[in-house]
Each structure stands twice: as C-alpha cells, then as structure tokens.
C-alpha cells in the first residue's frame, strides 16, 4: 500500500504495482458492504494495474457521493504516483459492472 487517508466517514488506499502498466482501477464501496477481494486486488496488481480504493459512509447513499469519493481517491493517488493515462472506475453496488471489467478489460 502507498497511501491511506482516513477521515470520520471514509477511508482510501492506494496500491502501486511494481509493474505498473499506467492504468489505474478506482474502486468505491460503502463501508457496509464486503470489500474488494484481496485475491482481485493481487490479480489486478499482478497484470500491473494500480488501485485506489474508497470506503466511505454515504450520506444518503447518492451517486453525488459516490463521484465525490471517487475523485477523491482518484485526487489522493496522482498527488503520490503521477496521473494515470486511463482510469476505470467500478463500484462494489453494480457488481455486473465489476464482472464486465474484469472479464474484458482485465482478463480473468
């Protein structure tokens, strides 16, 4: 792990492959919920992928809160390893999104 930051409602992790191939996953949860597997996220780090992640408390559980912490994360992991050149943003409640991406994009 490169980078966390905690606050009262969120937390966000950075990850960095070693390899990195330039390409950065970010990854929303509600705090609540099951979080990213640690078997995806050393897969994802393996292909050389890098990852930011945020756990966070909605408010009322809005997309406009999803998108804030997302760019948050997002924000937090260029200011310690440089901007990515692409970004794919899943999020833990549209799981068919997650297996889509991880079927096409990363190639499960």
Known sequence: MIAKAIDEDTCYRCFLAGNWNGELVVYAQV?????????????????????????????????RDRAYHLRQVQGLFSRRCGQPQSVHEIDSQEEHKEMELSDSVLDL
Do not use: F, K
């Open 31 to 63: 705090a609540t919920t099951p979080g990213m597997s640690a078997v995806l996220r050393d897969h994802w780090l393996a292909q050389g992928y890098a990852i930011a992640i945020a756990s966070y408390v909605p408010a009322e559980h809005s997309r």
